[in-house]
Nanobody, 117 residues
Framework: QVQLVESGGGLVQPGGSLRLSCTASSSLFSSIDMSWYRQRPGSQREWVASITSGGAFERYEDSVKDRFVISRDNAKKMVYLQMNALKPEDTAVYYC??????????WGQGTQVTVSS
């Protein structure tokens, strides 16, 4: 199974920025479209952003569009999420996984992002 390890979360004030990182163990990483997801307190996990395998195309959930940027480095098997202009409602545990990952797929431990003054 693919091992996913997310990092970079923390406590940040509203309006601040964080950069999340995710490393994947799969030898097929460069051929896999990847996504970031988040699970807010009391809610189900939701999709946040996706990037195609070669990095040419990105998609974002409406509430993060123009604030978050997804990117990847296939040589390092890494995917990133640059989060700017953070809001309290962005508080969540953030996960990376393949695009369209299901609940019964393998997931990492996630990284906690808390936006609070």
């Amino acid at each position: 199974q693919v091992q996913l390890v997310e990092s970079g979360g923390g406590l940040v004030q509203p309006g601040g920025s964080l950069r999340l990182s995710c490393t994947a163990s799969s030898s097929l990483f460069s051929s896999i479209d990847m996504s970031w997801y988040r699970q807010r307190p009391g809610s189900q996990r939701e999709w946040v952003a996706s990037i195609t395998s070669g990095g040419a195309f990105e998609r974002y959930e409406d509430s993060v569009k123009d604030r978050f940027v997804i990117s990847r480095d296939n040589a390092k098997k890494m995917v990133y999420l640059q989060m700017n202009a953070l809001k309290p409602e962005d508080t969540a545990v953030y996960y990376c996984n393949k695009r369209g990952a299901r609940a019964d797929d393998n997931w990492g431990q996630g990284t906690q992002v808390t936006v609070s003054s």
